[in-house]
C-alpha cells in the first residue's frame, strides 16, 4: 500500500547497528590503542613468529613463537581477559608456524583453564587459538583440583602448586603436544606432561604461543605457562 515506510532489511540492520557500536565503543589497536583497527599494521609486524626452543623437564622439548612483550604481550592479555576473540586471527599465524615443527602424526592436547576460569570467559582461549592455527586439539587432560593464582608466586612455589593439579586419560599412540598460551616457570607445563606420562603416553613436548623474554637467555632451562 502507498503511504507505508518499508520495513528495513535484515542486512541494513546489522550495518546500522555496527556503526551505532562502532560510534559509542569505538574498535582499538589492542597493542597499541590507535583507533578503529583490531590490530594495526605496525602491531601487527610484531606477532610474525620468531621461534623460541627450550626444555620444561628431561625429555620434554617447548617451542614458542613469540616473546611475551610490548605490543605482543598487551595483544595477548585483551584477547584472554577482554574477551577479544577476534584477536586470535592475529595470533593464530604464529602459534600455526610453531605447530609446525612438531612431528608428523602427533596428537595435539591443550592445557585447560578450571572450569570456573571457562564460566567466567565464555570461551577457551587456548583451545579457540589451536583451531585457529589448524590444529585439531583432543582434551587428554582435565583439572583435577583447582591451583592458586600463579601471579606472584616465584618458580618453586608455582612448582608446588602445579603438583597434582592435572589428570590425563589413556593418550594414544606416537608423540603428545601440549599447546599452552605463554611460557614463563614451566610449572604447568610439567604438571601436564607429568600427568600424560603417567597415563603412558611416551613422548610429551609443548608449544605455546609466547615466551617471557627473561628465559631467552637460558633456553635449555626454559620454564611453563603463565596462565
Known sequence: MHGLIPEPSW?????????????????????????????CDACRAAVRPSLHHGLVAPGVEVVSALPFEGPVARIIRSFKGEGRTGLARALAPALAHALAVIPPG???TTVPAS????????????????????????PLLRVRRAPADQRGLDRARRQSNMTGVFAARNPPKGPVVVVD?????GATLRAAASA?????????????????PRHSQHPRESGGIGT
Open 181 to 185: 598460551d605463554v611460557l614463563t616457570t
Open 106 to 108: 602427533a596428537t595435539v
Open 115 to 138: 572450569r570456573s576460569a571457562d564460566r567466567r570467559r565464555g570461551y577457551r582461549p587456548v583451545d579457540l587459538l589451536a583451531r585457529r592455527a589448524g590444529a585439531r586439539p583432543i
Open 11 to 39: 542486512p541494513a540492520a546489522r550495518a546500522a547497528l555496527a556503526d551505532a557500536l562502532t560510534f559509542w565503543f569505538p574498535v582499538a589497536c589492542a597493542g597499541c590503542g590507535a583507533l578503529d583497527v583490531d590490530v
Open 196 to 212: 600424560l606420562h603417567d597415563a603412558g603416553a611416551d613422548r610429551v613436548m609443548a608449544v605455546t604461543l609466547a615466551h617471557t
